[in-house]
């Protein structure tokens, strides 16, 4: 169980979900069977090596999507086994199915995750949501204790405004939200609701700017903190710690020198294989990436001939 009240939520996370949280992959085996050896590997490293702050799982970056209900509920069970108190956990329970929603939203409290994350559902013909929308959470929300951050980008065109997400924050046990919008609605809903919801969203290349002007505390969260780092060469945790103690031209400097980096990402993913082309980069920093499931697609030899020269010729230091 979670180790806070109900009506304590909203303290326990202002106080607490802080830092850089990772959107963690599940690693395959050739057979498309989970890796659980490889996900554990994944897990020690991430929090001894790399010092994530929090780990996210079983998002559209873990390919929820293509895993039954038992192997989700699995992924949960190591994840909080692993990392036990060493980083927070927050798990996302996102189904378009309720009743799944409600059934992991209650077993990742039991187990004792930190948070979770239910991504707003997949609407048809509507022109106006607010009222679905909030319906929605209030309905998790009054069943559940764990504190609950809210999942939007308009990937089911549709889009949350910041006034509705401020309405749904209300809610007692309603902590965060993972708003993938312009800057201009994600600044204002931050205005809107300080103090009573975190506001953030995945973009690394926005991350310093978000903490220096809006007060940020929570990158939540994608790939970059193990694709952009290592055990050796940890820019990005640098950064941002020197943007939170003040140092904002350091900070930038810091940021600025990971471009190379990002650059070799961003210019060797095919545009129909984004999860293949981040879980070889993985396999190529010595991580458990491996093949992905249908629908997704996998990486030819060609492809992974240029992510390789790319990745080689970064700047990213591997000792």
């Known amino acids: 169980m979670a180790n806070y009240s109900k009506k304590e939520a909203k303290a326990f996370a202002q106080e607490n979900f802080k830092g850089i949280f990772a959107a963690g992959m599940t690693p395959f085996n050739d057979d498309l069977s989970t890796d659980e050896n490889g996900l554990r590997s994944n897990l020690r490293h991430w929090v001894d090596d790399l010092n994530i702050s929090g780990l996210f799982i079983n998002g ?3 390919e929820f999507f293509s895993m039954s209900l038992t192997e989700r509920k699995k992924q949960f069970e190591i994840v909080v086994d692993e990392v ?18 409600l059934e992991l939203a209650e077993y990742a409290q039991n187990i004792g995750a930190d948070w979770i994350i239910v991504h707003a559902p997949p609407l048809y013909f509507h022109s106006d949501v607010s009222s679905v929308l909030k319906e929605y959470y209030r309905y998790i929300a009054e069943r559940i204790d764990i504190g609950i951050a809210i999942w939007h980008q308009p990937d089911y065109n549709y889009l949350l405004e910041p006034e509705i997400c401020a309405d749904i924050a209300e809610i007692e046990n309603i902590v965060a939200i993972k708003y993938s919008v312009d800057r201009d ?8 609701t300080r103090g009573r919801l975190i506001v953030s969203t995945s973009s690394e290349e926005f991350w310093l700017e978000n903490i220096i002007e809006l007060g940020w505390q929570v990158y939540l969260c994608s790939t970059p903190p193990f694709l952009m780092q290592t055990k050796y060469d940890q820019r990005m ?7 939170i103690d003040g140092k904002i031209d350091e900070a930038r400097l810091v940021r600025d020198s990971l471009d190379p ?17 981040q879980k070889y980069w993985a396999d190529l920093l010595g991580q458990k990436g491996g093949p992905v499931r249908r629908p997704l697609l996998n990486l030819e030899p060609s492809e992974k001939i240029i992510i390789k020269e790319a990745f080689d010729n970064c700047e990213l230091k591997l000792k």
């Open 60 to 62: 559209k970056q873990g």
């Open 84 to 101: 036990g108190n060493r980083c927070k956990t927050i798990m996302s329970c996102s189904d378009e199915n309720l009743d799944t929603v």
């Open 185 to 192: 609605r994600y600044s204002r809903l931050t205005e809107m």
């Open 237 to 243: 945790n640098e950064y941002t710690r020197l943007a």
């Open 261 to 277: 980096i990002r650059l070799a990402i961003k210019t060797t993913r095919p545009p129909d294989k984004p999860h293949a082309q």
